[in-house]
């Protein structure tokens, strides 16, 4: 099983980036897939999910309206647009998958926004 994270970079505030998680060893359609983020000395927040069964999206109050969660089962790959990116953005991303049964976490990848 492996969910692999990637995208992540340097980004001046207001610009944007995209990152992608792809999965191998399960069933990916089967599972939901969230994007988190931590900052060193504070809990990993939950950023954005998108559900197996029907494509439901949420976001934290923080990112809505700037970041956008999708997916492509053919692809095992789910996608976190975000944009208009602020400072406060800054952190480490993970990729999560979700079943009644089983979680798993990949690796995360580094996002900087700079002011």
């Known amino acids: 099983v492996q969910l692999q994270a990637s995208g992540g970079g340097l980004v001046q505030s207001g610009g944007s980036l995209r990152l992608s998680c792809v999965a191998s060893?399960?069933?990916?359609?089967?599972?939901?897939i969230g994007w988190f983020r931590q900052v060193p000395g504070k809990e990993r927040e939950a950023v954005s999910c998108?559900?197996?069964?029907?494509?439901?999206?949420n976001y934290a109050d923080s990112v809505k309206g700037r970041f956008t969660i999708s997916r492509d089962n053919a692809k095992n790959t789910a996608w976190l647009q975000m944009n208009s990116l602020k400072p406060e953005d800054t952190g480490v991303y993970y990729c999560?998958?979700?079943?009644?049964?089983?979680?798993?976490w990949g690796l995360g990848t580094q996002v900087t926004v700079s002011s």
């Open positions: 999560k998958a979700d079943d009644i049964r089983n979680n798993y």
């Open positions: 060893g399960f069933t990916f359609d089967n599972y939901a």
């Open positions: 998108i559900e197996s069964y029907n494509n439901d999206t």
